[in-house]
C-alpha cells in the first residue's frame, strides 16, 4: 500500500465516495436551496459554479485535508522559492518568474533570475515594436508582413491558441501563421501564400534540433533562398527562440535576434517565455503582457487564497475525488465560445503530459489512478455529437463548462442561445430525465402501452454527471491569463496529491529519440537489425514505395 492510499483522510474519502454513491445531485438541490451559493468560488475574474458535483460539504472538507496531508502548501511554496522540485532532471520550475510583477527577486541556485526575465521582456517588446512600426526591413526594404511561427509541443501549442483565443485582440500591423507538424504538406500550404520579401520565420526550439522543428524551418531557408534571398540576407527574415546560440547562428540567424529560454522553463509552460514572441507579434506586446498579468494575478490566488476558497485547489482536488473515487477516466471540456474551442487542446498537453505517470517521485508503482485523459470541443457542437455518451453512456465524464458574459462581434440573439445552451447542458446532466418523466411526455403520442414504457426508457437519461461552470465577463488577455494559469496550478495541485513529477516527460522523449533512430532507417543510415520485426518490415514498405521510378 502506498503513502497515499494509506493515509487516513484516503480511507475517510472511501468511505464518503460509499456513502454518496447512490445519492442523487437532483434531490440535494431540492433539500438545500442554497447549494448554488454555498458551492461557488470566484478570483481573478473567474467564477466557478461547482454545485453540481457529487460532493458534501462534508467531502470537500475531506478533499482539502488530504491536500494538507499530501504537503500541498509545502510543495507550493517550493515550486515558487525555486527549489529544485523536478527531480529526475534536478531543474526549478519556474514558469510563474517569467509573469511575476511583484518586484521581488525570485532565486535560483542563489541567483535572481528577474533580471534576465525583465531584459528578455524588454527585448520582445523592442522587437514587437520595430516589426509593428514597419522599420524591421527585408533584404529588399519591405517591411515583414507575415510571420510563420515554427514550433512543436509547447513551442507552438501554447502561442497558436492564445492568439486564436484572443483573435479580437489581434494587430492589424502583421499576420502569423503556425506550422508544427513535419507533414511537408502543412508548411508547403503556408509558405505558398506569402512573398518572401515581405516574410519573417519564427523558429522555436531550445536545442534549435527538435526533429520536426528543424526539418520545417530549413524547408522554409529552402523556399527563401530559392524565391532569390541569399545566406546574408537570412539574418534578416529568421529569428530563433533557442539556447543553443552557435547552431543558431550557423543557420544564419544574427545573434541579437536570438532569444533566451532556460532549464527551468518546461516546453508546456512555456508560453509566457519568449516562446510567447509570436503572440506578442500577433497581439502587440501590451496584449501578450496582459496575458502575463492575469496569470501572475492567478499566481498570487492560488499561494494565498484558503483551500476551501481557492480555485484550482477546488478544480484539482474535485478532480482527484472523481478519478481515485469514481473511476473516472476522462475529463471534458467545454468552452462555450468560438475562439477559445482550442483551450481543450492546450490543457490536454497540459494535463496528461505532466500527470500521465506510473510511479511516485521515489520511483514507486503506484497503486491508485494518475492524470485523467483530456478531451473536449466548443458548445453548441459538442451537443449534436459527443454529449450524447456523457448523458447515457455508461463512464461518468465530469465536464467544465465555461462562458465569458459578454463577446465581440454577436448580436444578443447569438449570446443568449449560446449561453442558455451552456446552463441548460449542465443542468440536464445534473438532473437527467426520468422514466416516469419520460412516459408522462408520450401520452399523447398515440403509442400503445408496451411501445410507449420501450421508447420512455429508452429516452430516460440518470443524470446525477458532474460539472463545473467557469463564467468571466469577457476573454480578454488578463482574463485568459488567469484561466490558463488556474489550469497550470490545478495541474500541479494533483501531482503532489498523486506524489508524481509533473515536470518530465520521458515517454515524449523516447519518442523523439525512436523517431531518430526510424528516420536514419528509412534514410538508409542504420542496421535493419536494431529494428523489430514489424518495423523493419514497415520501413521497406516506405522505401519501397518511395524508390526513384
Not at 506510473?358 to 514507486?364: A, F, L, P, R
Not at 420512455?456 to 488567469?482: C, I, R, Y
Request: aromatic share 8%; hydrophobic share 40%; net charge negative.
Amino acid at each position: 500500500m502506498s503513502t497515499l492510499t494509506s493515509q487516513p483522510q484516503w480511507h475517510r474519502l472511501s468511505e464518503l465516495a460509499a456513502s454518496v454513491k447512490d445519492a442523487h445531485m437532483r434531490d440535494w438541490f431540492s433539500q438545500d436551496p442554497s447549494r448554488a451559493d454555498t458551492m461557488q468560488a470566484e478570483a481573478c475574474g473567474i467564477f466557478l459554479d461547482y454545485s453540481k458535483n457529487r460532493v458534501t460539504d462534508e467531502v470537500m472538507t475531506s478533499l482539502f485535508e488530504l491536500a494538507e496531508a499530501q504537503g500541498l502548501s509545502a510543495q507550493r511554496d517550493a515550486m515558487f522559492g525555486g527549489q529544485h522540485i523536478n527531480s529526475t532532471e534536478n531543474r526549478a520550475v519556474l514558469h510563474t518568474a517569467l509573469r511575476n510583477f511583484s518586484g521581488e527577486p525570485v532565486m535560483v541556485d542563489g541567483k535572481d533570475v528577474m533580471p534576465e526575465v525583465q531584459a528578455t521582456l524588454d527585448k520582445i517588446q523592442k522587437f514587437t515594436e520595430t516589426v509593428h512600426s514597419g522599420s524591421h526591413l527585408g533584404y529588399t526594404g519591405k517591411p515583414v508582413k507575415q510571420v510563420v511561427a515554427i514550433g512543436i509541443g509547447g513551442s507552438f501549442l501554447g502561442p497558436k491558441i492564445m492568439t486564436e483565443a484572443l483573435k479580437p485582440y489581434r494587430s492589424d500591423a502583421v499576420k502569423v501563421h503556425f506550422v508544427a507538424n513535419v507533414d511537408g504538406c502543412h508548411i508547403h500550404d503556408v509558405l505558398s501564400s506569402l512573398d518572401h520579401e515581405e516574410t519573417l520565420v519564427v523558429m522555436s526550439s531550445k536545442s534549435f534540433s527538435t526533429q520536426e522543428t528543424l526539418q520545417n524551418t530549413q524547408t522554409a531557408k529552402q523556399w527563401f533562398l530559392s524565391a532569390g534571398g541569399t545566406q546574408e540576407d537570412i539574418a534578416k527574415h529568421f529569428v530563433a527562440v533557442s539556447s543553443n546560440v552557435k547552431a543558431a547562428t550557423d543557420f544564419g540567424i544574427a545573434e541579437e535576434n536570438i532569444f533566451p529560454m532556460w532549464d527551468w522553463v518546461g516546453g508546456r509552460y512555456s508560453l509566457w517565455s519568449a516562446i510567447g514572441l509570436p503572440i506578442s507579434l500577433s497581439l502587440g506586446f501590451d496584449n501578450f503582457k496582459g496575458l502575463l498579468e492575469g496569470a501572475h494575478e492567478m499566481d498570487k490566488h492560488f499561494k494565498n487564497a484558503p483551500l476551501e476558497s481557492n480555485l484550482p485547489v477546488i478544480m484539482a482536488m474535485l478532480g482527484v475525488w472523481y478519478r481515485n473515487f469514481f473511476d473516472a477516466q476522462s475529463t471534458v471540456m467545454l468552452p462555450y465560445y468560438h475562439y477559445l474551442r482550442g483551450l481543450p487542446a492546450y490543457v490536454q498537453q497540459l494535463d496528461m503530459e505532466s500527470n500521465g505517470k506510473q510511479v511516485t517521485k521515489q520511483g514507486d508503482v503506484v497503486d491508485y489512478a494518475t492524470g485523467p485523459i483530456i478531451w473536449g470541443s466548443e458548445g453548441t457542437n459538442g451537443q449534436h455529437s459527443f454529449h450524447q455518451l456523457i448523458h447515457q453512456g455508461t463512464s461518468l465524464i465530469p465536464a467544465d463548462f465555461m462562458l465569458p458574459l459578454h463577446v465581440p462581434n454577436q448580436n444578443d440573439t447569438h449570446h443568449a442561445m449560446l449561453a442558455s445552451n451552456c446552463f441548460g447542458q449542465a443542468q440536464a446532466l445534473m438532473q437527467g430525465k426520468t422514466f416516469d418523466e419520460c412516459y408522462t411526455d408520450l401520452a399523447d403520442e398515440g403509442l400503445d402501452e408496451d411501445t410507449r414504457k420501450h421508447i420512455a426508457q429508452h429516452k430516460t437519461m440518470p443524470g446525477n454527471k458532474p460539472s463545473n461552470t467557469l463564467l468571466f465577463e469577457k476573454l480578454d488577455p488578463v482574463t485568459l491569463g488567469a484561466l490558463v494559469a488556474l489550469y497550470e496550478h490545478k495541474v500541479f495541485v494533483q501531482g503532489v496529491i498523486w506524489q508524481v513529477n509533473s515536470f518530465d516527460q520521458w515517454g515524449v522523449e523516447l519518442g523523439k529519440e525512436l523517431g531518430n533512430q526510424v528516420l536514419d532507417g528509412i534514410q538508409g543510415n542504420a542496421q535493419e537489425s536494431q529494428f523489430d520485426v514489424s518495423t523493419q518490415q514497415l520501413i521497406a514498405k516506405f522505401r519501397s514505395a518511395n524508390a526513384p521510378k
